[in-house]
Nanobody, 112 residues
Framework: QVQLVESGGGLVQPGGSLRLSCAAS????????MGWYRQAPGKERELVAA???????AYEDSVKGRFTISRDNAKNTVYLQMNSLKPEDTAVYYC??????WGQGTQVTVSS
């Protein structure tokens, strides 16, 4: 079992920045994939960014150049730095490990 706790969401104006954090605990030795997904009202959950144990990363096209996924192994934490936020980034953001365990989600709202 892996427990994931997200934090860092909130309300931000267009063009602003937020940093999401996902703290993992439990059987973290089994984790080889960490990802951030998001789900907007009326839409399916979609991948935003992912990082694997070797350090390779992947991003959804609309966030490339604006979002950065990173991890701190000492803190068992994965981050999502989000810059130049747009209203269409508004969603609940979820952290996942191995696409098996999921956090509770954190709301990100981009609005003026």
């Amino acid at each position: 079992q892996v427990q994931l706790v997200e934090s860092g969401g909130g309300l931000v104006q267009p063009g602003g920045s937020l940093r999401l954090s996902c703290a993992a605990s439990g059987s973290i030795f089994s984790i080889n994939y960490m990802g951030w997904y998001r789900q907007a009202p009326g839409k399916e959950r979609e991948l935003v960014a992912a990082i694997i144990s070797g350090g390779s990363t992947a991003y959804e096209d609309s966030v490339k150049g604006r979002f950065t996924i990173s991890r701190d192994n000492a803190k068992n934490t994965v981050y999502l730095q989000m810059n130049s936020l747009k209203p269409e980034d508004t969603a609940v953001y979820y952290c996942t490990s191995n696409k098996r365990f999921w956090g509770q989600g954190t709301q990100v709202t981009v609005s003026s």
